[in-house]
Every structure is written in C-alpha cells, then in structure tokens.
Nanobody, 122 residues
Framework: VQLQASGGGLVQAGESLRLSCATSGDTFSNYHVGWFRQAPGKEREFVAAIRRSGFTAYSDSVKGRFALARDNAKNTVYLQLNNLKPEDTANYCC?????????????????WGQGTQVTVSS
C-alpha cells in the first residue's frame, strides 16, 4: 500500500488544520493507520492511531485537541488538528500496518508516506 500525507501549512496558535492520509495499491480497510510527527532535533513521536475497527488512540499531548476519522470508501484517514500550539510544529507522517501491533511504536508499521509540514506560530 502507498500512502501520501497532505494538508499541512502555517497557522497561528489556536487555529486548526485537517491532515489527510490518502492510500492506494491495496484494500485500505485491511490496514491500521498511525500518525507520527518529528520536529527538528527531536525523535519521531507517536500522535494518534486508528484501527480497522475505527478504534482510536492518542498521545497525551494531543488528546482532546486532535481527532481521527477514516473513510474507507475514499481510502483516506483524516487527522483534525484543533487548538494548535507552537509545540505542535513538526513534520507529520502517516503509516500503515496490516497486522495490528503496538500502535505507538513506529517500528511496527510496515508502510510510510512522505510527511506534511505543520508550523504553528505564537
């Protein structure tokens, strides 16, 4: 499966963005999808994940502000980013795994897309 993240941009603190992770090449509904982010000089960080069933999980830093949804008909996962903070500034990537593993561990994901940059100014 191939993945492509989009929707990033430059916003002010408190504003919102919606990121999309579009997939192709295989039956999208067979995959669990996660979002990770990486800021300059920092390690890759788990953001959120959605299982095939629709079950979602979020990191503590984004819980209550970010929301995941998947549209199997459009082969796309959406990550809604609300009340953005400067510390959310990072390159956001989506990833997929067919066999559900540890959703917050990037090593368990088999497929990665190119990221989309989110920059939040104060």
């Amino acid at each position: 499966v191939q993945l492509q993240a989009s929707g990033g941009g430059l916003v002010q603190a408190g504003e919102s963005l919606r990121l999309s992770c579009a997939t192709s090449g295989d039956t999208f509904s067979n995959y669990h999808v996660g979002w990770f982010r990486q800021a300059p000089g920092k390690e890759r960080e788990f953001v959120a994940a959605i299982r095939r069933s629709g079950f979602t999980a979020y990191s503590d830093s984004v819980k209550g502000r970010f929301a995941l949804a998947r549209d199997n008909a459009k082969n796309t996962v959406y990550l809604q980013l609300n009340n953005l903070k400067p510390e959310d500034t990072a390159n956001y990537c989506c990833a997929a795994m067919r066999r559900f593993g540890t959703y917050y561990d990037p090593h368990d994901y088999n497929y990665w897309g190119q990221g989309t940059q989110v920059t939040v100014s104060s």
